[in-house]
């Protein structure tokens, strides 16, 4: 179900981020969640701190289109994913949580 329209014309906004729940909206509604589909260790326990320190905090940080959570705080209060390009700060395309990952091809078609 798509929510309706925010009463401020979206024309004017800086940055529409077009949430796959509930359509385009401002960026101010959303919140930056972290990169997207990270591989969770089958086993945390078996880790050295190392390991887990490297899983918990190193993530990538490259130029280009990266996979990415967001969350719609402001909103249907849902995640999904985007690809984003860091460079542009443009989104290439959003799909849901759970949904096959685009890769960076498939996003320009």
């Not at 959303?30 to 190193?58: K, N, S, T």
């Not at 490259?62 to 700060?89: P, S």
Request: charged letters at 30%; aromatic letters at 10%; proline letters at 8%.
């Amino acid at each position: 179900m798509k929510l309706p329209l925010p009463p401020w014309p979206i024309e004017d906004v800086m940055l529409l981020i077009d949430c796959p729940h509930c359509g385009p909206r401002a960026e101010v509604e959303f919140r930056y969640g972290g990169q997207a589909h990270i591989v969770r260790p089958e086993q945390p326990a078996d880790l050295d701190d190392e390991a887990w320190a490297e899983h918990l905090y190193m993530r990538d940080n490259r130029r280009g289109l990266q996979a990415e959570r967001w969350y719609h705080i402001h909103g249907c209060g849902r995640f999904f994913n985007a690809l984003r390009h860091t460079v542009t700060d443009v989104f290439e395309a959003t799909y849901t949580v759970g949904a096959t990952p685009l890769k960076c091809e498939e996003a320009r078609k």
